[in-house]
């Protein structure tokens, strides 16, 4: 039978001394700044979506377009839950609260996977932009990126809020260079959006089939996904019951705009479809202009990334501390993990997301993109599950932001997410049902057994306020 928590069970704290709760001190504006330098822009732009224009070539604006629709719904399943249960436990709190202990327990794995893997991807991606000044080795340049973006999570979170604020300004600058020079050296017209052809074999054209574009409908998901750091600050934001819906809906238009404009621009202004294929952004901006304004677009991509790790560190600091507090781990590490330092940031957790990421700069990471989107989209889904059962029994009646077409957008969502896994590689599906299986092990042999104890999902005292 499926554990859940019922609104007075979620409500309590768990068995023992009164669980720490954050300080809230950040307003929609913080945390507005801080969910978009998760979801980071430019580096995702400059990173990431290149990946995309080699297998989608023209087509990759329109996939991305596609991925922000379906964020839309999956934005209204968050900021219903994320108002219903706002803890820096995020996804895992809301649906174990919703859909049961085990439901809870895989997707925070699942978050877990993503959160502890893409910072140092990104963070790889500094040496390449920095290029023009200086060489770094990309696992070295990540490292460091890695170890800096600790330092500034152990900080204030208001502090970081305005941190990563100004550099959040620099890498929405860089894209609208980008976009500009894009759509002033337009190669050819908006028709080619919508007629999908890649550079193939020795240059020549190559169909993009709709298959492809679905399959790529995961790692689309993945390029908006850092809309959802809304309801990990939920616990720090002031009025969540209102800032979290605002933070969550205005930062996934604003990222969505700042994202795919630039991408039309790059598939129109192209020089030809084997340059846009290459995804060579860099190339392509100085082409356009000259090697000072490359320089410069280098430069605050480099900043957003940095930007990026910062904000990265602190969401999954928050996600084990989390964890610590809501009894996931054998005691001593609950301890440790649940220790707040001079700055009110859980100091132990911070250490624990930041180093380990700066070493697995030096592992090669060959399938962590799909791994990612697999994971990305599973989780998707079962958020979506925990909407489509958030109004039953006690929650019904709790004050919260509540979705527009509700049951229709979580059903929907469910049925369109389902479809997108079958469609992944069974080699990335594997990878992320592997792990999944090893978490169900853990459910079963120490949590389960241990349910007066372990896995206590707890939300603060003053949630719905």
Not at 89 to 97: C, F, K, L, N, R
Request: aromatic share 8%; net charge neutral; hydrophobic share 55%.
């Amino acid at each position: 039978m499926t554990e859940t928590l019922s609104a007075p069970q979620a409500l309590a704290p768990a068995t023992g001394p009164t669980p720490q709760k954050l300080k809230r001190s950040i307003g929609v504006v913080g945390g507005t700044l801080l969910t978009l330098s998760c979801v980071t822009p430019a580096s995702t732009l400059f990173v990431v979506v290149p990946d995309l224009f080699a297998t989608l070539g023209t087509y990759t604006a329109l996939t991305i377009a596609i991925g922000s629709l379906l964020c839309i719904a999956v934005a209204f399943c968050y900021s219903e839950l994320g108002t219903l249960i706002p803890s820096a436990g995020g996804e895992y709190a809301m649906v174990s609260t919703m859909a049961g202990r085990l439901a809870g327990w895989l997707v925070f794995v699942l978050s877990l996977l993503v959160v502890m893997i893409v910072p140092p991807v990104i963070a790889m991606g500094t040496a390449d932009y920095l290029a023009p000044i200086v060489h770094i080795p990309a696992p070295a340049a990540g490292a460091g990126v890695m170890l800096l973006a600790t330092l500034a999570g152990l900080l204030d979170l208001r502090a970081n809020a305005w941190i990563t604020g100004v550099f959040l300004v620099l890498e929405v600058i860089a894209a609208g260079v980008v976009a500009v020079l894009g759509f002033a050296h337009s190669e050819r017209g908006a028709s080619a959006l919508v007629h999908g052809s890649v550079a193939g074999d020795g240059g020549a054209p190559s169909t993009v089939t709709a298959m492809m574009v679905i399959s790529g409908l995961a790692i689309a998901l993945f390029i908006t996904q850092g809309f959802s750091t809304a309801v990990y600050l939920s616990e720090e934001l002031e009025h969540p019951r209102r800032n979290v819906a605002r933070t969550v809906l205005a930062t996934l238009a604003i990222s969505t705009a700042v994202i795919l404009v630039p991408v039309v621009a790059i598939t129109l202004g192209a020089p030809d479809l084997a340059a846009l294929t290459s995804g060579n952004l860099s190339d392509m901006v100085t082409a356009w202009s000259n090697s000072a304004v490359g320089t410069f677009v280098s430069l605050c991509v480099a900043l957003a990334i940095i930007n990026a790790g910062i904000v990265m560190v602190i969401q999954n600091s928050r996600v084990l501390f989390a964890s610590a507090r809501d009894k996931a781990w054998p005691e001593p590490v609950n301890r440790g993990l649940s220790r707040l330092g001079r700055f009110g940031s859980p100091w132990v957790a911070t250490l624990l997301v930041g180093v380990p990421g700066a070493a697995l700069c030096f592992v090669k990471l060959d399938t962590l993109y799909g791994v990612t989107g697999v994971s990305v989209t599973a989780m998707y889904l079962l958020v979506a599950v925990a909407a489509l059962l958030c109004r039953r029994g006690s929650h019904k009646h709790v004050a919260a932001w509540r979705m527009p077409l509700w049951p229709a957008v979580p059903v929907l969502l469910i049925a369109v997410l389902a479809y997108i896994l079958t469609q992944q590689e069974t080699e990335y599906l594997l990878w992320t049902g592997g792990i999944v299986a090893v978490a169900t092990l853990y459910w079963a042999l120490y949590l389960r057994p241990r349910r007066d104890t372990r896995w206590l999902v707890s939300i603060p005292e003053d949630s719905h306020v």
